[in-house]
């Protein structure tokens, strides 16, 4: 995906002073950009037909005013719109030439990671929002119980913030966006089938393979149950993604 590079330094009229400002304002250039962006237009609107011919099948198909079987199929294709959005994040600015303007900036790099995150993941958050008129529609066909299907888009958020983590570290690996895109998908696709890979082993080795699992931690949310376990998981996830980025980004300074 060839977009146009935008450097991640906010202007000082939007930066405020401090490590905390500069993410917001990292954040909000990366935001606003998105927003503005045809390609990333396309993407989710892509994102939003198919989950919903995927509601559309589930509710036929069960016949039940319940959502939990669609936040199972909208989190694959989360698989791959994570890494789509994340993909440009590092890998655009690395390729265009802007990166090393920005490290001879007053800037750190885990500013700059974690801004682009923030940014990418607010993003995100507009696409699943609009996805709430599904819920508006099983409340004319039934009584869908709201704390379950609050829970089950906090596991499909979470979810999604760490598939794009996981995006913004690939994208820090290479500047060609279809190789970080790719690699996104790999790495989640694998953290995904753990769990089935698990049923295949007994004792320690199936454990660590279901508690590696992506599937099997957002399933208790889906099931309307918010487990400490799960959020530590994808929190897990999240913060060693971004870690492990801005280590890459770091070592482009030497």
């Excluded at 199972?72 to 994340?86: D, E, I, R, V």
């Excluded at 996981?166 to 279809?178: D, I, P, Y």
């Excluded at 295949?200 to 199936?206: H, K, S, T």
């Excluded at 931690?217 to 799960?230: K, N, P, Q, T, Y």
């Amino acid at each position: 995906m060839k977009t146009e590079a935008v450097s991640a330094v906010a202007p000082r009229s939007v930066r405020a002073p401090g490590t905390a400002g500069a993410v917001l304002g990292i954040a909000w250039r990366e935001l606003r950009f998105t927003l503005s962006s045809p390609v990333f237009a396309v993407v989710a609107a892509l994102f939003l037909l198919g989950s919903g011919a995927f509601f559309a099948f589930t509710f036929v198909a069960s016949r039940e005013a319940v959502m939990r079987y669609w936040f199972l199929n909208a989190a694959t294709l989360l698989l791959l719109f994570g890494p789509l959005l994340s993909m440009r994040t590092i890998a655009e600015e690395e390729r265009s030439g802007s990166l090393e303007a920005l490290q001879s900036s007053p800037v750190t790099d885990s500013a700059v990671v974690i801004g682009k995150f923030l940014g990418t993941a607010a993003y995100l958050a507009l696409v699943l929002a609009a996805t709430t008129v599904y819920w508006a529609i099983l409340t004319r066909f039934g009584d869908p119980e709201a704390a379950v299907v609050l829970t089950g888009y906090i596991g499909l958020y979470l979810y999604g913030m760490a598939a794009v983590a996981v995006g913004v570290f690939c994208s820090s690996l290479t500047r060609n966006q279809v190789v970080a895109g790719s690699a996104g998908f790999v790495i989640l696709l694998a953290l995904w089938v753990f769990r089935d890979l698990a049923e295949l082993f007994d004792g320690a080795p199936a454990r660590w393979l279901l508690q590696s699992s992506t599937s099997a931690h957002l399933e208790s949310f889906v099931r309307g149950a918010v487990e400490l376990d799960g959020i530590i998981y994808f929190c897990s996830v999240i913060v060693l993604a971004l870690f492990a980025a801005g280590r890459m980004v770091e070592r482009r300074r030497w």
